[in-house]
Nanobody, 122 residues
Framework: EVQLVESGGGSVQAGGSLRLSCAAS????MGWFRQAPGKEREGVAS????????YYSTSVKGRFTISQDNTKTTVYLQMNSLKPEDTAMYYC???????????????????WGQGTQVTVSS
């Protein structure tokens, strides 16, 4: 069942940018995950909505930025300097629990979006 809604995916040339959006509110933690064909779903970025603490996977640090709007109704993933290896289905995730020891672990999120495809061409 689709519980969250992502948008902003598409096709872009290497070096380009995309911004993903996730419409959601009332969650304590939110995150972005991605899954490429033949690979496991991996955490990309996470944010604690109460204190705006952020976390990033090593592969995207310095290129991606997770943020939320002032009303906390939308979470964004700004993706810059995109690489072909960033190609994947991107998922928005959320959870009501205020604490989880591993921000980028998929087990820490109970609510998920349907995914939005990001394709980066070389």
């Amino acid at each position: 069942e689709v519980q969250l809604v992502e948008s902003g995916g598409g096709s872009v040339q290497a070096g380009g940018s995309l911004r993903l959006s996730c419409a959601a509110s009332g969650y304590s933690r939110m995150g972005w995950f991605r899954q490429a064909p033949g690979k496991e779903r991996e955490g990309v970025a996470s944010i604690y909505t109460s204190v705006v603490s952020t976390y990033y996977s090593t592969s995207v640090k310095g290129r991606f930025t997770i943020s939320q709007d002032n009303t906390k109704t939308t979470v964004y993933l700004q993706m810059n300097s995109l690489k072909p290896e960033d190609t994947a289905m991107y998922y928005c995730a959320a959870d009501l629990r205020s604490y989880y020891p591993y921000p980028l672990n998929r087990d820490g999120y109970n609510y998920w979006g349907q995914g939005t495809q990001v394709t980066v061409s070389s």
